[in-house]
């Protein structure tokens, strides 16, 4: 098995050329072997919100991300994506909340 973000890459070249735009909600459709996990804003604009999609590989657990210009408002619909395969990591957090 090639490296996950290498596979990822050939996917999102055959989702791109098939005109589709939200990658979160098409990717699994195009492999029975890959899960979305996650999708974090990490960073926004008045006319973009930088998003990271996140997906693992359901044979091995190795993770990979699309980052990608998700449209702000609707008058940025059908703009270029931009989207970039990257390698992630898991890691994890202390979060609080109040409880009384």
């Known amino acids: 098995m090639g490296a996950f973000t290498d596979d990822l890459t050939a996917l ?3 989702i791109d050329g098939e005109g589709e735009s939200y990658y ?10 890959i899960e979305h ?6 960073d926004r604009s008045r006319w973009v ?3 990271l999609d996140v997906y693992r590989r359901k044979a091995d657990g190795a993770l990979a991300g699309i ?3 998700a449209p702000a408002t609707e008058e940025q619909e059908g703009q270029d994506l931009n989207p970039v395969v990257v390698k ?3 890691f994890t957090r202390t979060d609080y909340r109040q409880v009384s």
Do not use: F, G, H
Not at 37 to 42: A, G, I, P, Y
């Open 67 to 69: 980052r990608w210009d």
């Open 88 to 90: 992630v990591e898991e």
């Open 49 to 51: 919100v930088l998003q």
């Open 12 to 14: 999102l070249a055959e």
């Open 24 to 33: 979160s909600t098409v990717l699994a459709d195009y492999s029975d072997d």
């Open 37 to 42: 996990v996650t999708t974090k804003m990490l």
